[in-house]
Antibody, heavy 119, light 107 residues
Framework: QVQLVESGGGLVKPGGSLRLSCAAS????????MSWIRQAPGTGLEWISY????????YYTDSVKGRFTISRDNARNSLFLHMKSLRAEDTAVYYC????????????WGQGTLVIVSS | AIQLTQSPSSLSASVGDRVTITCRTS??????LAWYQQKPGKAPKLLIY???SLESGVPSRFSGSGSGTDFTLTITNLQPEDFATYYC?????????FGGGTKVEIK
């Protein structure tokens, strides 16, 4: 079945860096646009980045521009999020999600990986 | 960015009730709206897309309506497994945005 599994979360100090990964299976990864979405503890959802199937088109929300980089490796069915200059407000569960072809909604989502930015 | 305002932010209801959640957008988005259900500790799950299309496998007691700036998610005959938080999301333009959520609790 279609599955997304995130990894790479953990505790990092303010100003530090981290790389998240999302392993995709059960579908032709190279056909789909993908996104990262985060959820700070006890709060709502925030879309942060989107990458086209080839990687040629990328969008970010303003709060992460210049600090986060989304990328993908279609040969390895993997999505990545490189995060640098991390701040306390980046503390959240980070989800990868598949963007529906021809639409704009997310389905499915991975189980999420927790990033804690704290000294 | 398009702002999405959900109301109410929380509600209490009983099994068998009909529940209505509203999502209002700061500008018109045609039908570019999705609804998700999230249970504690779990990832969101898609319920409705294109404002009113029911995702495959989602019970028919869930329905969505609206277009432009005003949208509604309705749950008829509320079941115990429906107690969760619900989010709307617009995909009319970047940045993609979500509503603040509506928590449906047991009365």
């Amino acid at each position: 079945q279609v599955q997304l599994v995130e990894s790479g979360g953990g505790l990092v100090k303010p100003g530090g860096s981290l790389r998240l990964s999302c392993a995709a299976s059960g579908f032709t990864f190279s056909d789909y646009y993908m996104s990262w979405i985060r959820q700070a503890p006890g709060t709502g959802l925030e879309w942060i980045s989107y990458i086209s199937s080839s990687g040629s088109t990328i969008y970010y929300t303003d709060s992460v521009k210049g600090r986060f980089t989304i990328s993908r490796d279609n040969a390895r069915n993997s999505l990545f999020l490189h995060m640098k200059s991390l701040r306390a407000e980046d503390t959240a569960v980070y989800y990868c999600a598949r963007w529906t072809l021809g639409g704009g909604w997310f389905d499915p989502w991975g189980q999420g990986t927790l990033v804690i930015v704290s000294s | 960015a398009i702002q999405l305002t959900q109301s109410p932010s929380s509600l209490s209801a009983s099994v068998g009730d009909r529940v209505t959640i509203t999502c209002r957008t700061s500008q018109g988005i045609s039908s570019a709206l999705a609804w998700y259900q999230q249970k504690p500790g779990k990832a969101p799950k898609l319920l409705i897309y294109d404002a009113s299309s029911l995702e495959s496998g989602v019970p028919s007691r869930f329905s969505g309506s609206g277009s432009g700036t005003d949208f509604t998610l309705t749950i008829t005959n509320l079941q115990p497994e429906d107690f969760a938080t619900y989010y709307c999301q617009q995909f009319n333009s970047f940045p993609l945005t979500f509503g603040g959520g509506t928590k449906v609790e047991i009365k």
